[in-house]
């Protein structure tokens, strides 16, 4: 069993920063792939970042590329999301997810653990 818990949302403007952080409990967390998703109001979950057990193979959404950058700390059992430039259309609750898989994982069906979500709000 591996119990998430995310911190760092908030509220921003437009063109700022934020890092999200999901803090893993469970002994084998190194082993597991993590993703983060998001939802924003009225619309599906969607697929935001994804990195693989070691940390050496990432994966992000054409939204994101560029400007968020998901990281893991084996020994710290977390993952972290640094969302740079950020705009108002990021505004969702963001939520980590961990799977038992040594690859990416884009698809949301595929993850076994999910973190209760995190609210970012980026005004304009």
């Known amino acids: 069993q591996v119990q998430l818990v995310e911190s760092g949302g908030g509220l921003v403007q437009a063109g700022g920063s934020l890092r999200l952080s999901c803090a893993a409990s469970?002994?084998?967390?190194?082993?597991?792939?993590m993703g983060w998703f998001r939802q924003a109001p009225g619309k599906v979950r969607e697929f935001v970042a994804a990195?693989?057990?070691?940390?050496?193979?990432?994966d992000y959404a054409a939204s994101v590329k560029g400007r968020f950058t998901i990281s893991k700390d084996n020994a710290k059992n977390t993952v972290y999301l640094q969302m740079n430039s950020l705009k108002p259309e990021d505004t969702a609750v963001y939520y980590c997810?961990?799977?038992?898989?040594?690859?990416?994982?884009?698809?949301?069906?595929?993850?076994?653990?999910w973190g209760q979500g995190t609210q970012v709000t980026v005004s304009s």
């Open positions: 997810a961990a799977a038992q898989s040594l690859a990416t994982i884009v698809v949301d069906i595929n993850y076994d653990y």
């Open positions: 990195i693989n057990w070691s940390g050496g193979t990432t």
């Open positions: 469970g002994r084998t967390f190194s082993s597991y792939a």
